[in-house]
């Protein structure tokens, strides 16, 4: 009959590691089970009863020495021996581990030093079109100071102080004049400007075109 036993439970009865354990179910020395998603050990009722007999010695009576034959002497060095190997076996599956821990660990340091090198490449290409876009922007910041000097250096008056100036009374006679001031303004009559949503004209120019 078949026993199962957990790869832990059986490394603690034979005194050795359960990355030994792991190694002989890897190389086909022990037979394992899955069984609902965990691993077993399958253990023979008669291979459990000969590994107890090997594994443990059996504690005398306080009243009755022992005696050592060579026999006994021949149980311990063979038990000894197998200790040792699976020590060894133990010892062998730690390098094993090891070395794949360090071939996994350089391919991560060389995958993260090439995103590194994507990341500072991305970082200068935006730098560069954010210096370009600055340059760009410059030289329109100063064309608009320019032309908002220029506004502020015209004296601009309104419609009434025009109507005033011109002494123009009469309603008919401003409502055409405005009409031809606003065909003007947008033909883009540099005498006229939109200032703060008002009709402005310059104070200074001349408007015989516009009062014929």
């Known amino acids: 009959m078949e026993k199962l036993m957990k790869p832990a439970e059986y490394a603690q009865e034979l005194g050795i590691s ?3 354990v792991y190694a002989k179910i890897k190389r086909g020395i022990l037979k394992a089970k899955n069984v609902e998603g965990k691993l077993y050990i399958v253990i023979d009722k008669t291979q459990e009863t000969t590994q107890k007999t090997t594994a443990h010695t059996v504690t005398p009576s306080s009243t009755v020495k022992p005696k ?4 006994s002497t021949k149980t311990d060095g063979k038990d000894y021996k197998a200790l040792l190997a ?3 076996e133990t010892i062998s599956v730690l390098k094993g581990t090891v070395k794949d821990l360090k071939k996994s660990n350089k391919q991560i340091s060389t995958t993260l030093k090439g995103e590194i090198d994507l990341l500072k490449e991305a970082f200068h290409e935006m730098r560069s079109l954010y210096v370009l876009q600055l340059e760009q922007k410059t030289p329109i910041a100063q064309e608009v100071i320019e032309v ?3 506004v502020e250096s015209v004296n ?3 419609l009434k102080k025009f109507f005033k100036r011109y002494d123009i009374r009469k309603e008919k006679q401003q409502a055409k004049i405005v009409k031809r001031l606003s065909k003007a303004f947008k033909k883009e009559d540099v ?3 939109n200032v703060e949503g008002k009709l402005k004209l310059n104070a200074d120019a001349s408007y015989e075109d516009i009062l014929k």
């Not at 050592?68 to 026999?71: I, S």
């Open 68 to 71: 050592v034959t060579a026999k």
């Open 86 to 88: 699976a020590k060894d």
């Open 18 to 20: 359960r990355q030994a």
């Open 191 to 193: 005498r006229l400007a």
């Open 148 to 150: 908002e000097e220029e």
């Open 156 to 158: 601009w008056i309104g």
